[in-house]
């Protein structure tokens, strides 16, 4: 059984900062990327931010110079780094894992975390 376990949103004010973080566990023999993806009521589900294993990054238009992703291998843990916080990044912020659980068929597994809340006020 494979978790992600994310902590770290919350209530800030704009112009604020949070860092969220997102831990992967269980049996899983690699992590090919990891990556936050955010949906804000009424509106379908985007990716914000993701890392590949090379480091490779890929950022929302949106979130551009306002966050950072970051990974720690050796925890299966990505980070996201979020300044200059504004109310439209109020969303459900959920953490995502490309993983191959066995090499024996090499095939890849979207999982998700449980989500977490991001409440920018003006």
């Known amino acids: 059984q494979v978790q992600l376990v994310e902590s770290g949103g919350g209530l800030v004010q704009a112009g604020g900062s949070l860092r969220l973080s997102c831990a992967a566990s269980?049996?899983?023999?690699?992590?090919?990327?990891m990556g936050w993806y955010r949906q804000a009521p009424g509106k379908q589900r985007e990716l914000v931010a993701a890392m590949a294993n090379g480091g490779s990054t890929n950022y929302a238009d949106s979130v551009k110079g306002r966050v950072t992703i970051s990974r720690d291998n050796a925890k299966n843990t990505v980070y996201l780094q979020m300044n200059s916080l504004k109310p439209e990044d109020t969303a459900v912020y959920y953490c995502n894992a490309r993983l191959m659980l066995t090499p024996l068929t090499g095939v890849l597994f979207d999982v998700w975390g449980q989500g977490t809340q991001v409440t920018v006020s003006s």
């Open positions: 269980g049996s899983i023999f690699s992590i090919n990327a």
